[in-house]
């Protein structure tokens, strides 16, 4: 069954390979084209060149947290349309509130729901 989104840019961000890799496979599995991102730093390359229209971003990564990455990416007009989503395992009320603040869509808490991913990569901001 064809996706009514397919053919979006996602950008996937983990400094876990396996879990990053994972996630960008699903997402190529429904259509999307997917560039996968292993820190912080090398997410914002990425975007600049990549122009995502999703980002799935994991907040704890050693390089550059992806709080930051979100305030960044929320501070350029050229992402003002893309759509953030946490994915991470931090679910507390803390952690959901700061990924608000700092210009997250969605919050999804790992190991999240092939469901939860698929929905999220449809969705626009």
């Given at each position: 069954?064809?996706?009514?989104?397919?053919?979006?840019?996602?950008?996937?961000?983990?400094?876990?390979?396996?879990?990053?890799?994972?996630?960008?496979?699903?997402?190529?599995?429904?259509?999307?084209?997917?560039?996968?991102?292993?820190?912080?730093?090398?997410?914002?390359?990425?975007?600049?060149?990549?122009?995502?229209?999703?980002v799935?971003?994991?907040?704890?990564?050693?390089?550059?947290?992806?709080?930051?990455?979100?305030?960044?990416?929320?501070?350029?007009?050229?992402?003002?349309?893309?759509?953030?989503?946490?994915?991470?395992?931090?679910?507390?009320?803390?952690?959901?509130?700061?990924a608000?603040?700092?210009?997250?869509?969605?919050?999804?808490?790992?190991?999240?729901?092939?469901?939860?991913?698929?929905?999220?990569?449809?969705?626009?901001?």
């Amino acid at each position: 069954m064809e996706q009514a989104f397919s053919g979006r840019r996602v950008l996937v961000v983990d400094d876990n390979a396996d879990a990053a890799e994972l996630v960008g496979e699903v997402m190529s599995l429904h259509g999307h084209d997917v560039v996968v991102a292993h820190g912080g730093k090398a997410a914002l390359a990425a975007a600049a060149t990549f122009l995502p229209d999703v980002v799935f971003l994991d907040i704890g990564m050693p390089d550059m947290d992806g709080y930051e990455v979100a305030c960044a990416l929320r501070r350029d007009p050229s992402f003002d349309t893309a759509r953030i989503v946490a994915l991470t395992a931090w679910g507390d009320l803390a952690s959901r509130a700061r990924a608000v603040a700092c210009g997250f869509d969605g919050h999804l808490v790992k190991p999240a729901m092939l469901d939860s991913l698929i929905n999220e990569a449809a969705l626009a901001r």
